[in-house]
């Protein structure tokens, strides 16, 4: 259980906010302004309310202060997200941040400069998240995708001040809780992806949750050749062929079925429209590879979702960046989005190729909730406790803080 901000008296007071705007840039301006966008309902309704809101977050990686790294390009586009200025420090801390906000009238919204410009933050120093804690009143943390990370700003800045979910880790938090925590049964889960390799925690937690796991991509190939299947010149990690046995032996003990393409799409290059042909898994050629799955697998999934009230998607089908390599990806996530237009299915998907591949499908907006989360997404996919979101659960043993009583 974590308080949202519906808990929060915020009218006169500092409500530090951490968003993530780390967005994609060139040339000193942003390119994609997603992330931006879907912080602004926090960020508007604090202000409506009454509160000096001070957006905490990160730009890129830098190593200490780095002009290129600084978060002034993202003035403009935060002032259009919000409808109004922002205004800037150029530090998060010390005396500029501290005019900066000594400035600020009830309703404004400040922008500091990045926190990863002190290596403190990702040292989750308690000095330094004291000193941050020192700039506000309250803590909102909106940023669920840099909830994995143990930093100042993510984690011990919210065991400081009172504290609260945004809408934007509200949201999230409460799609993620249907999709695993306690969902509509069946639950299915689409899993694609080059590697079984970089998914092993993810497949181990979700053999003992859903009822139906769906392997797509590179990684399919891999469970196929487990089985003695032939698949060509086809990515795989035939190095991973007893673990994928030992996930498949997981899944019976946990009356969790597997299912693996039944026809693939093969091509001798992996190239845009290169001569491709369906194949049987039991007929894939030597000399080709395997690039998606095959119609009747596409058809005998969505028949297979049809039968779910619930589906959770991370990674595609197949090479969905090149044609026609999409199409099994196209179909299913077309199929799920129809499901979830009709009240019939609860669709939760994010991390990874997955909002691209869902996004070229035309179906992104579609889905009952798409993360940009990332790791975060996939973390807690995998069953592990983000240090983020734990920081702002309220304990049976005490009270939240948050002088609300809306918890």
């Given at each position: 259980?974590?308080?949202?901000?519906?808990?929060?008296?915020?009218?006169?007071?500092?409500?530090?906010?951490?968003?993530?705007?780390n967005v994609p840039a060139k040339d000193g301006k942003v390119t994609d302004t997603t992330r931006i966008d879907r912080s602004a309902a926090t960020l508007t309704e604090l202000a409506a309310?009454?509160?000096?809101?001070?957006?905490?977050?990160?730009?890129?990686?830098?190593?200490?202060?780095e002009a290129k790294y600084s978060q002034k390009l993202l003035l403009e586009p935060l002032a259009k997200a919000v409808g109004k200025p922002v205004a800037w420090a150029d530090d998060c801390i010390g005396p500029a941040a501290e005019a900066a906000i000594a400035a600020?009238?009830?309703?404004?919204?400040?922008?500091?400069?990045?926190?990863?410009?002190?290596?403190?933050?990702?040292?989750?120093?308690?000095?330094?998240?004291?000193?941050?804690?020192?700039?506000g009143d309250i803590y909102v943390n909106d940023a669920f995708s840099t909830a994995h990370r143990a930093h100042a700003s993510t984690e011990a800045l919210a065991r400081l001040l009172p504290s609260a979910a945004g809408r934007l880790m509200q949201a999230e938090l409460e799609a993620l809780a249907k999709a695993l925590g306690s969902p509509e049964k069946p639950v299915a889960a689409v899993v694609g992806g080059a590697k079984v390799?970089?998914?092993?925690?993810?497949?181990?937690?979700?053999?003992?949750?859903?009822?139906?796991?769906?392997?797509?991509?590179?990684?399919?190939?891999?469970?196929?050749?487990?089985?003695?299947?032939?698949?060509?010149?086809?990515?795989?990690?035939?190095?991973?062929?007893?673990?994928?046995?030992?996930?498949?032996?997981?899944?019976?003990?946990?009356?969790?079925?597997?299912?693996?393409?039944v026809d693939v799409v093969v091509a001798t290059e992996f190239a845009e429209n290169a001569p491709n042909k369906v194949v049987s898994i039991n007929a894939v050629p030597d000399d080709m590879m395997i690039l998606d799955a095959g119609p009747a697998s596409a058809e005998a999934i969505i028949d297979r979702i049809g039968?779910?009230?619930?589906?959770?998607?991370?990674?595609?089908?197949?090479?969905?960046?090149?044609?026609?390599?999409?199409?099994?990806?196209?179909?299913?996530?077309?199929?799920?989005?129809?499901?979830?237009?009709?009240?019939?299915?609860?669709?939760?998907?994010?991390?990874?190729?997955?909002?691209?591949?869902?996004?070229?499908?035309?179906?992104?907006?579609?889905f009952s909730y798409v993360s940009t989360a990332g790791g975060a997404f996939l973390e807690w996919l995998e069953g592990k406790t983000l240090p983020g979101v734990a920081a702002l659960e309220i304990k049976a043993s005490g009270g939240c803080g948050c002088g609300g009583g809306h918890c």
């Open positions: 259980m974590f308080r949202t901000i519906d808990a929060l008296d915020v009218k006169g007071k500092r409500v530090l906010v951490r968003a993530d705007l309310k009454g509160a000096k809101v001070i957006i905490l977050t990160h730009f890129g990686r830098p190593k200490g202060v600020m009238k009830d309703g404004d919204t400040l922008l500091l400069e990045n926190v990863r410009f002190h290596p403190e933050e990702e040292k989750n120093d308690p000095a330094f998240a004291k000193t941050l804690a020192g700039l390799s970089t998914k092993l925690d993810l497949l181990g937690n979700l053999v003992s949750r859903v009822d139906y796991l769906i392997i797509g991509g590179g990684m399919a190939n891999t469970f196929l050749f487990a089985q003695g299947k032939s698949v060509g010149k086809s990515l795989c990690e035939k190095e991973m062929a007893d673990t994928a046995r030992e996930i498949i032996e997981k899944a019976k003990a946990a009356h969790c079925h597997i299912v693996l393409p039968g779910c009230k619930t589906l959770v998607w991370n990674g595609p089908m197949g090479a969905f960046e090149i044609k026609p390599f999409d199409a099994a990806t196209n179909a299913v996530a077309q199929a799920a989005a129809q499901r979830t237009a009709q009240g019939k299915l609860l669709t939760v998907a994010g991390g990874g190729d997955t909002v691209a591949a869902l996004a070229a499908a035309g179906v992104e907006d579609k």
